[in-house]
């Protein structure tokens, strides 16, 4: 999911922010907010403008835009838009969706992700954005006498600097892709390691944390017992690759498929690191969520 770490302070009363896991963004018609969605937690409120409004919902104009701002640098995945059903669908027709670092032209000089040739009244059509890089994703619509009417946009993807890494990448199974499952499940995959001497992953939460819980999801289809022993680890050193820090917990156990969390009492750390010690190990993650409130600096 993906995740908004350095722009979430939580106050002592706010509950714990989810720090890692798939984004999902949301933007409701009829409403000038919108939503970032952390799996099984609060939402945040993120930031959008366009190039006009007309009432509450839709800009009229030559090259009208839509923009999201993400607040961080994500590899965007995917992106779902929503179009109008009472009428005038094919307004949204030859919209192109942009992803970038640029504000130039308000964002529309980014890179292309897609370009959208048309969607059915009330439909929601899916673009891959194939992990493009960008804090901005904007919507528009090139050409005079144009309206934008978006009904719904989510954005889904994960951060694009620090993210996860592991010892060792058996085939195509990448430390990714244990934060890469949200509210949609758009990814079934797993990480894994190959078979290993103490075989690692690690998260870098890019600023310091006091980590409130961990929740490690297990593989359904087999070798639940592969995590076994599984130590969770919290700090800030990289030391033996983070797998000297603090430990937060052992797991002794998660049955095949199955989501266990674990409670690191406010440990503070940069960096989560999982490892199994012992030789000819493998390092398996169906989802991996960190929770846990921002110190500030």
């Known amino acids: 999911s993906m995740t908004l770490v350095h722009k979430l302070h939580a106050s002592p009363s706010s509950p714990p922010l989810l720090l890692s896991n798939l984004i999902r963004i949301v933007h409701k018609h009829g409403s000038q907010r919108v939503f970032i969605n952390f799996t099984g937690n609060r939402a945040i409120g993120g930031a959008t403008i366009q190039s006009s409004t007309s009432a509450d919902w839709i800009a009229e104009k030559t090259n009208p835009w839509w923009r999201l701002d993400l607040r961080d640098v994500y590899r965007v995945s995917e992106v779902v838009i929503t179009n109008r059903k009472d009428c005038c669908a094919e307004q949204i027709n030859g919209a192109e969706i942009h992803i970038g670092n640029s504000l130039e032209n308000n964002g529309t000089n980014n890179p292309i992700c897609a370009v959208v040739p048309d969607i059915p009244a009330g439909e929601s059509n899916n673009y891959s954005c194939d992990g493009l890089d960008g804090r901005y994703m904007i919507i528009h619509i090139p050409g005079d006498w144009k309206i934008l009417t978006l009904c719904e946009v989510e954005v889904y993807g994960y951060l694009a600097a620090g993210a996860a890494i592991q010892s060792s990448t058996s085939e195509d199974w990448f430390a990714e892709k244990a934060i890469d499952r949200g509210l949609q499940q758009l990814y079934t995959g797993c990480s894994s390691t190959l078979n290993e001497t103490n075989p690692w992953w690690r998260l870098d939460l890019l600023h310091i944390y006091r980590v409130s819980r961990v ?83």
């Open 215 to 297: 929740v490690i999801t297990n593989r359904k289809d087999c070798c639940a017992e592969r995590l076994n022993g599984t130590e969770i680890r919290i700090g800030n050193s990289l030391e033996n690759n983070g797998t000297s820090n603090p430990i937060c917990a052992v797991i002794p156990a998660i049955p095949a498929g199955e989501s266990y969390s674990y409670s690191c009492d406010g440990m503070e750390g940069r960096y989560m690191n999982l490892i199994v010690p012992g030789d000819m190990k493998i390092l398996t993650l169906c989802e991996v969520k960190v929770y846990g409130e921002g110190i500030h600096q």
